[in-house]
């Protein structure tokens, strides 16, 4: 919901079939991991998914697995060359 | 709202000429011999890294000075088209050994018409890696920050107590 559209405890309450005091508690948890930050607007905060956090996950990721299956397709098709070598008649 | 937002699955793929018995062996029993050095946890270089072929089975990662550092489970394995293994090294580089917070890499391993193999992995519920820990990304490699979790090889000699 928060990816949609930043919201403060009250409006997320409003929208779900839970109490303010378990949707604050839920945030709570959230923003204690980084995964969304809240400011101060007026007399309420608002909570937004922090993107920067959950894109530098998937950015991280993103890059171990690019250079491991670069890696492993190189490395496959040597192997596979090596087959193909002992396959043939000497 | 579910229990967290969900950080998106990663998916990545590798077509090889290997038929998919010898693309599977390669992948799992050769693990070894293609990952990248760079991205390890071990506080020593990276000598070798190891996944067990079988249901359960360890997956490490072996210095150089033998110490073991563990990287996740084997938890499904169907040569040569699935396999399906636990990524538990957290959002702080450290390995984690509780499940609920591993994530998991699938591999479906498809014969291709037109020979070869496709290779399609999934590495799925990234969330699981934060669990109310802010994500810090190791400043190069994730060498650079070490693992607690570390043992010395069982095969080596121990110190005394």
């Known amino acids: 919901m928060l990816a949609r ?25 959230l923003r204690a991991g980084g995964l969304v930050v809240a400011r101060p607007d007026g007399t309420r905060r608002v909570y937004r998914l922090n993107t920067q956090g959950v894109a530098a996950l998937k950015a991280y990721f993103e890059r171990i697995w690019d250079d491991a299956l670069a890696a492993y397709q190189k490395a496959a098709d040597v192997a596979a060359d090596n087959f193909d070598h002992e396959k043939e008649p000497t | 709202m579910s229990s967290a937002p969900t950080v998106p699955t990663m998916t990545g793929t590798a077509t090889v000429a290997l038929d998919v018995d010898r693309a599977f062996g390669f992948f799992t029993e050769f693990f070894g011999s293609w990952w990248p050095t760079d991205y390890h946890i071990g506080q020593t270089e990276m000598a070798d890294a190891v996944l067990e072929p079988r249901e359960g ?12 550092c563990d ?30 917070h591993a994530s998991e890499i699938e591999g479906p391993l498809q014969r291709r018409p037109s020979g070869g ?22 400043s190069k490699k994730v060498a650079a920050v070490g693992a607690p979790s570390c043992k010395p090889s069982p095969a080596l000699p121990r110190a005394p107590a």
């Open chain 1, 5 to 29: 559209q930043p919201s403060s405890v009250g409006e997320l309450a409003d929208q779900l079939p839970i109490t303010p005091q378990a949707v604050s508690q839920h945030l709570g948890v």
């Open chain 2, 57 to 68: 089975g360890r997956w490490y990662e072996r210095g150089v000075d033998g110490t073991e």
């Open chain 2, 71 to 100: 990287w996740g489970r084997v938890l499904v394995w169907e040569p040569p088209h699935r396999f399906v293994v636990t990524w538990q090294i957290s959002g702080r580089w450290q390995y984690d050994d509780d499940p609920k």
């Open chain 2, 117 to 138: 193999t496709l290779v399609e992995l999934e590495h799925r519920h990234l969330d699981r890696l934060l669990d109310g820990e802010p994500f810090a990304p190791p």
